[in-house]
């Protein structure tokens, strides 16, 4: 795999990047600028000291540096991403897109508009967007007029799942998207689990490379995997767990106790025989023999709270005993909330074990969707913990259980 950091002494002038980044956020997720411009702009690259300003998602402070280096080598940058699940009937000719997202309100869960303007005040630059607001749209050698004859520097592409292709891998969409530009750079580990055209086949048609992000990813991944320093703590929450039993598998050697929380305990609380009432628990899930062979290491909760019939949080012996073992702990993966955390009245859990991890002296790898931005907005300052976050929740899992990522295969392969 080649890193784009390896281009530092290269000159870059008038060369077009096509930057593949990962702007998946949910509406609700989207952040307000902030005033403070410069106290933000230098603390960017930085994840854990940007509280007190207003929130920004982590996953777009992620690729400021890379965004700055290319601008600084004097490139221009065309960025890639896909933003939800439009589900767009590509099959019915007439107006299937509008059928589908097409309706305003729709079309604002889609639509990856709103980050010219965060985009453009993270890195200074004035931001172009490239619209094709459906398939027969998407005319490459339109857009590449357009990228040559602009005065910006940075263009972002609409949501690429409005195009059938992208989804699908296809070869002809990702060399029409490879026609845009010089070289592609990947700063999307959270989207690197993903078969599609802007993250695996277009590596086959451009000189290609990891970007920043993509880099500390996996570098600090593989120190947790590799030689992890002992011992090693699992926490374990969220919703599904299908995600998480082969992550188990895989680190059952490696770490020393699997702590589990949030939904996926109730699955296994069941798979002991134990009632769980209305809770959320994946029925099509088979733990027993998962529990038979690694029982000592995985620990579940001893109590919890429960609201109408459902188990919600873990409760405050659970909090204790788990905060004990992460204490002691010199390395710690962190993925998934340990209650339904939306709701102010279930986030003891998880506030518990933030404050167990940032007591502690060890290096924590924290991924996942919630986990993340729920530590940032902890009021902690001062960290004894060296912490990474991850920009991932699933992509992180599934590298760790060992899979690998269509995304990083590609680099790998590149020959270009
Ligand atoms: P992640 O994105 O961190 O990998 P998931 O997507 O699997 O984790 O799950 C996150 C979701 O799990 C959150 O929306 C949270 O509300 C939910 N959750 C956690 N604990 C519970 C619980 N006990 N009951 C219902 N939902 C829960
Ligand atoms: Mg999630």
Known sequence: ?????????KSLRNKICLLRIDLNIAEADL??????KSGLARNAGVEADWRGYEYIHPRILAVLPTIEFLISKGAKIVILSHRGRP???FKSK?????????????????TLKPFVKILSFLSSQPIRFINFDFEEKFNAPIIRKIIDGANENIFLLENLRFVSGEEKNNKKFSEQLASLGDFYVNDAFSASNRKNASVSAIVEFLPSFAGFNLEKEIKNLNQAMKNPKKPLI???GGAKVSDKIKMIKNFFKKADYFLIGGGIANTFIAAQGLPIGNSLCDKNVNLRGLMCKFSRKIILPIDTIVYKRKILDIGPRTIKKYSKIIQGAKTIIWNGPMGYIEDEKFRKGNEGIIKAIIKSRAFAIIGGGESAPAFLKAKNRKLKVNVFFSTAGGAMLEYLAGNKLPGIMALNKNKK
Not at 96 to 105: A, D, I, L, T, V
């Open 1 to 9: 795999m080649k890193f784009l950091s390896s281009l530092n002494k």
């Open 31 to 36: 952040c307000e600028i902030p005033g403070n």
């Open 87 to 89: 589900e767009i009937n």
């Open 94 to 110: 007439i107006s299937h897109f509008y059928q589908n997202c097409g309706k305003q309100e729709n079309l604002k869960n889609f």
């Open 234 to 236: 699992v926490i374990l």
